[in-house]
């Protein structure tokens, strides 16, 4: 009976998320802003995913831990893996498309660095400014990580998660960061890549579900991991060394841990109303299709650490 009912429900939220896609396709950054400014006013997204829009990073891929301490642990390997750890407290750090400030909070407080996040969605700025403590050295700014208006050289780092599969522009992203960063600063970058077509085409179904990756959520496309660090390695702005590393493994538990979430916390989601169940029922066939691409590779998780 359980899994007539699931099968159910799965069949209807794919139903009505296709019926509804067309809201969600990439057209402009202001279609990615007016997204981003909806999920954080209706707040579904941080009842379930918390202040962090990231995966979560598990040990040994084990699920014996909760979702948002796993996002914690994430920030913090980066900061261990790309060596941003080395640099002095009191460093400048821009956090390009910080959403509503998660990392910049922990980079400011576990680390002492001074930092300003951008993201092209206003309401994630008031909402970043909200839960940002007083004292804190945390500035959040509305503003586009294709067009930063920062000097070349003025950050000791740049920190971006998640944010490149929104870029229409890799190359640009790219330079973007790179401009801003001093010579000797260092970059981490987390992203969601997608397979290289050099290493494998497509075939019809991954093609198929690929689509349905990009249009969900806002996606224009995905670089590969091979492509993006191509594009650090020609950018003009480029002057140092660049490692890329793949915690597809180590995220994957992500997926299945976010549905689980809306589980774990009824009481949080009914509070929104019942217009918060349709809408999170809705996103589940993408967190599904997401968890299938990733465990079979047509997506994989690329770290990226470079010194200016
Ligand atoms: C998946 S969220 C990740 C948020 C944050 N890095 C985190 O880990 O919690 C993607 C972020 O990229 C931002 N973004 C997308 N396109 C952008 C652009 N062109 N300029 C600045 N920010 C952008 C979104 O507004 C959002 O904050």
Redesign the pocket.
């Known amino acids: 009976m359980f899994w007539v009912l699931a099968f159910g429900i799965v069949i209807f939220a794919f139903g009505l998320s296709i019926w509804l896609r067309s809201n969600r396709r990439y057209a402009s ?1 202001s279609s ?1 802003a007016s997204a ?1 400014d909806s999920w954080t006013n209706d707040q579904l997204l941080e009842v379930l995913w918390g202040e ?3 995966l979560g990073y598990y040990r040994n891929n084990s699920r014996n831990r909760d979702f948002r301490e796993s996002k914690e642990e994430l920030v913090h390997q980066l900061v261990r893996w790309s060596g941003l750890s080395r640099l002095p407290r009191g460093s400048r750090i821009l956090d ?4 509503i400030g ?2 910049s909070r922990i980079l400011a407080k576990a680390y002492g660095f001074e930092v300003i996040g ?4 206003s309401a ?1 700025v008031e909402r970043a400014i909200c839960l940002t403590e007083q004292g804190l050295p945390c500035t959040f700014k509305v ?4 067009k930063l208006e920062f000097e070349e050289g003025a950050f000791d780092g740049v920190w971006s ?3 490149g599969p ?2 229409p522009d890799k190359q640009r992203y790219a330079d973007e960061m790179l401009r801003v960063l001093r010579p000797g600063g260092i970059l981490a970058v987390a992203d969601w890549n997608r397979r290289d077509p050099g290493d494998r085409p497509m075939n019809q179904l991954e093609s198929l579900i690929m689509q349905q990756l990009l249009n969900q959520w806002v996606h224009p496309e995905f670089a590969s991991i091979d492509s993006f660090r191509r594009n650090l390695l020609t950018s003009k702005y480029f002057g140092g060394s660049i490692e890329t590393d793949d915690w597809t493994e180590s995220t994957l538990p992500s997926w299945i841990e976010s549905i689980f979430e809306g589980v774990r916390r009824p009481r949080d989601v009914l509070a929104l109303g019942p217009k918060a169940i349709l809408m999170g029922l809705r996103e589940i066939p993408t967190i599904l299709l997401m968890h299938w691409a990733f465990t079979t590779r047509l997506m994989q998780f690329g770290v990226f650490r470079a010194r200016g």
């Open positions: 950054s990615v981003y962090h829009i990231h390009v498309g910080c959403g998660g990392s951008i993201t092209i969605s994630q503003m586009d990580a294709l998660v998640e944010a929104h870029m």
